[in-house]
């Protein structure tokens, strides 16, 4: 994206120029013709039986050009790609050690760019080669026909110097072969802009939502296709407003494609999403944006200070919603710690993972609105503190719609309903309570299968590890008819260490 709205708009933005100045380059070697056949006609005809080779010439310079740079700017696109990936990552690179195998996957495609390059090379030397031939060809053709001419007196000597002079314009080729590479280079860079600006905009549409509306979400026949395969297949779901619903499901089941759907952050190929029975893309922008709000996985922190990132958003939040939602979201504490607490700038402010999440729950918690929708934005906290925001959230928030994509048993255990999606399709919708006897249901909070290094650890600390999110006791209260874990034993030690870490589930 960089690479095609930067370097190639660069030379995108040239081709006008070139466009411009071709025309001005070709009337010189047309105009040399049409000298040539005021002259004598014989001169022209002579000069015109030998075009063709330079049309040829011309033609395969601008098509096999075009082609090689097509290449190679599409390889240029695919090394700055690679390498924001890395620059992004590079804390990953350098713990893992890998940057030997990083470096050799950035510069993989540098093969490729540079074949394209040489060939662009070749094109241009090839051009330039049979040019210097076929020009004096067409020269030594024009003046054999003129001396034919002044021998027969037709021409007088003055008219064949001046012949020789305007054989040597129309044959001009090398100045039309410079200008039309610089507007080909121009064309295959704005065709390259151009696929990323012809993606539409979503329209928005004018209508206001019903006042006082209680957040109903519906889906109706809903289908979303990527890359040729159906991520969600014909899903129809109501979301009662008021109610917190947890979309959970196996990593590609689509429960962020579904989440991105509710906010209208993403459009279906198929079906219509409403909220309180008015479609997504009859609302006005400013009516939708203020309906929904969003808490992600990874939030991007805006705003000069951690308060501008917790108020962020189309009118400034009072200081009293920003520490309100940043208690709500467990956040208050750490940001009162920085140098300035919530007037501290961004950049001075050094920030876990987890710290980070926090502060994009608060910036939804700050805002008001009809849906909340978390998008694994509790993925990073811990157990005590994902505890603090449940209760904010399920309890704070009860008069919002809540929709939630989580891979956690404990907030899928609080929410009021479930809806468990598998291959894009929406398999059932129930209470977590009636879902939790089923394998398959239980199987979406299981931990990976244990690897080597994971069997080398002593007993006690292998069975330490939680399947589910919740104590054995919570896992009674809620699904009496579950089988404990194997990986969680029963008995009061089990209890009591879940209990130190996070309490019960549905406190």
């Known amino acids: 994206m960089v690479t095609r709205l930067v370097g190639n708009a660069a030379d995108a933005a040239a081709a006008p120029a070139a466009a411009v100045a071709l025309p001005a380059t070709v009337a010189g070697p047309l105009g040399g013709v049409v000298a040539l056949g005021l002259i004598d006609p014989w001169l022209a005809v002579a000069f015109l039986a030998g075009a063709p080779p330079l049309v040829l010439l011309v033609r395969t310079f601008a098509r096999a050009s075009s082609d090689s740079i097509t290449r190679y700017q599409d390889a240029q696109g695919r090394i700055a790609a690679r390498l924001v990936d890395a620059i992004g990552g590079a804390r990953t690179i350098a713990a893992a050690r890998s940057w030997d195998r990083e470096e050799a996957r950035v510069l993989r495609p540098l093969a490729r760019l540079g074949v394209q390059g040489r060939r662009m090379w070749r094109v241009q030397g090839r051009a330039t080669a049979q040019a210097a031939v076929l020009v004096p060809l067409l020269q030594i053709t024009v003046l054999a026909v003129g001396g034919l001419r002044l021998a027969q007196g037709a021409i007088s000597v003055g008219d064949l110097l001046a012949a020789s002079r305007y054989a040597l314009l129309a044959a001009g080729v090398g100045m039309v072969v410079g200008q039309l590479g610089g507007l080909v280079r121009g064309r295959a860079a704005a065709r390259r802009v151009a696929s990323v600006l012809a993606v539409p905009a979503p329209a928005h549409g004018a209508g206001p939502l019903p006042a006082g509306g209680p957040g109903t979400l519906e889906l109706r026949d809903v289908t979303v296709v990527r890359d040729g395969t159906p991520v969600l297949d014909r899903v129809s779901l109501t979301i009662p407003g008021g109610t917190a619903v947890a979309v959970v499901g ?245 209890s009591r260490r879940r209990g130190a870490e996070g309490g019960p589930a549905g406190g």
């Open 250 to 494: 196996r990593t590609g089941a689509g429960k962020s494609v579904l989440a991105a759907l509710a906010g209208r952050l993403a459009d279906p190929d198929a079906g219509t999403v409403l909220l309180d029975g008015r479609p997504l893309p009859s609302l006005s922008r400013a009516a939708l944006r203020d309906a929904v709000c969003y808490a992600f996985e990874r939030p991007v922190l805006l705003g000069d200070t951690v308060g501008d990132a917790i108020g962020f958003g189309p009118r400034p939040a009072p200081r009293e919603a920003v520490t309100a939602a940043a208690r709500a979201a467990g956040a208050d504490a750490f940001v009162r710690l920085l140098p300035d607490g919530y007037d501290t700038p961004r950049a001075a402010a050094p920030l876990s993972g987890g710290e980070v999440q926090r502060l994009g729950l608060a910036r939804a918690f700050a805002r008001p609105g009809r849906l909340l929708v978390l998008d694994d934005a509790t993925s990073s906290l811990d157990t005590v503190t994902e505890l603090h925001v449940a209760r904010a959230l399920f309890t704070g928030h009860a008069h919002r719609t809540r929709l939630l994509t989580t891979h956690r048993a404990a907030t899928a255990a609080r929410a009021d309903l479930v809806v468990w999606l598998d291959a894009g399709r929406v398999r059932v919708t129930a209470p977590h309570a009636a879902l939790w006897p089923d394998p398959a249901y239980r199987a979406l909070f299981a931990p990976p299968e244990p690897g080597p290094a994971d069997e080398r650890l002593p007993p006690d600390r292998a069975q330490r590890t939680p399947t589910a999110g919740h104590s054995t006791a919570d896992r009674a209260q809620r699904a009496p008819a579950a089988e404990p874990s194997p990986a969680e034993p029963a008995g009061p030690a089990g």
